[in-house]
């Protein structure tokens, strides 16, 4: 599985746009990225997946770039609650996820 | 729909003691694994299965067995606690998008 690089913190403003990076340099064609937030100590969550196309649901935006060498997590309208790390992880579908250590963001009120 | 249920959410050991952490889902997933969380660290894999009667390592597997004798349930065993297994372990189930669920994890202290 391909290893990604995000920073390990962020601040972001409350009702700001959080922008959280994610380079993944050695993705191979048939692998998707996958984003995960965990709050506190609970079971990671699940966001958002994409494989070229950006993508775009109720929790947040994905913008993976055409080289698909990095990718980019947009959470338009941070609140407080958004306060979490957040894990990149790229795979093929075979489950056998690599989890890093993430970007601890702490959303400022 | 409960998603994925772990049993206990806290336990202590003593070292040598064993024990089996619950797992199950109604999700009707093929695809459970086991994972194990340290302080400060992302999530490493331990033991995963894709399907009843089919289970493979994962990362750090040394210390535990598993076994998956129905899709629901996916047992992790301890077989004889030491100190360095306190750790937070969750258990996940994967959709077949890839989209894997979580259990809310037991807190394990080995004494």
């Known amino acids: 599985d391909a290893k990604t690089t995000q920073p390990p913190s962020m601040d972001c403003a409350e009702g700001r746009a959080a922008n959280l990076p994610c380079n993944h340099s050695t993705i191979s064609g048939n692998e998707y990225v996958y984003w995960y937030r965990q709050i506190h100590s609970q079971g990671p969550q699940y966001i958002i997946h994409g494989l070229k196309n950006n993508e775009t649901n109720e929790m947040a935006s994905l913008i993976i770039t055409e080289d698909r060498k990095s990718s980019t997590l947009i959470l338009p309208h941070a609140t407080l609650r958004d306060t979490a790390v957040y894990y990149c992880?790229?795979?093929?579908?075979?489950?056998?996820?690599?989890f890093g250590t993430g970007t601890r963001l702490k959303v400022l009120a | 729909n409960a998603g994925v249920t772990q049993t206990p959410k806290f336990q202590v050991l003593k070292t040598g003691q064993s024990m089996t952490l619950q797992c199950a889902q109604d999700?009707?997933?093929?695809?459970m694994s086991w994972y194990r969380q340290d302080p400060g660290m992302g999530l490493r894999l331990i033991h995963y299965s894709v399907g009843a009667g089919i289970t493979d390592q994962g990362e750090v597997p040394n210390g535990y067995n598993v076994s998956r004798s129905t899709t629901e349930d996916f047992p992790l065993r301890l077989l004889s606690a030491a100190p360095s297994q306190t750790s937070v372990y969750f258990c996940?189930?994967?959709?077949?998008?890839?989209?894997?669920?979580f259990g809310p994890g037991t807190r394990l202290l080995v004494l």
């Open positions: 996940a189930s994967t959709s077949p998008g890839g989209t894997q669920y």
């Open positions: 999700m009707n997933h093929e695809y």
């Open positions: 992880i790229v795979n093929p579908g075979t489950y056998k996820y690599i």
